[in-house]
């Protein structure tokens, strides 16, 4: 089970972090990705990281604003968001895909949690 939270209203500039907590069983090589659809468009792939945290992948409109995180101790990920901008608003999603290969792709994750909001105000 995938637990996604910290989203919400921001000004552009601004920053937030979300977070994606995992319950249940795992396994010893998976990959959490985060997506996020904006209205009207399809989900998109925003960043992905392996279990080790050793590898990670960005889309590129987020590279070097958005930074992907774990912290095993708690099954838990992070996507922290800086320098946001209107057109990062979407409602955002993590996944989980029980092979250990990152991939872009929302139909090769097995698991999807709940969405949250992120507004980013002009």
């Known amino acids: 089970q995938l637990q996604a939270s910290g989203g919400g209203l921001v000004q552009a500039g601004g920053s937030l972090r979300l977070s994606c907590a995992a319950s249940?069983?795992?396994?010893?090589?998976?990959?959490i990705g985060w997506f996020r659809r904006a209205p009207g468009k399809e989900r998109e792939f925003v960043a992905a990281?392996?279990?080790?945290?050793?590898?990670?992948y960005y889309t590129d409109s987020v590279k070097g604003r958005f930074t992907i995180s774990r912290e095993n101790a708690l099954n838990v990920v992070y996507l922290q968001m800086n320098s946001l901008k209107p057109e990062d608003t979407a409602v955002y999603y993590c996944?989980?895909?029980?092979?250990?290969?990152?991939?872009?792709?929302?139909?090769?994750?097995?698991?999807w949690g709940q969405g949250t909001q992120v507004t980013v105000s002009s």
């Open positions: 996944a989980f895909r029980l092979v250990g290969v990152i991939s872009g792709q929302p139909q090769n994750y097995n698991y």
């Open positions: 249940g069983r795992t396994s010893s090589s998976y990959v």
């Open positions: 990281i392996t279990r080790r945290g050793n590898n990670t």
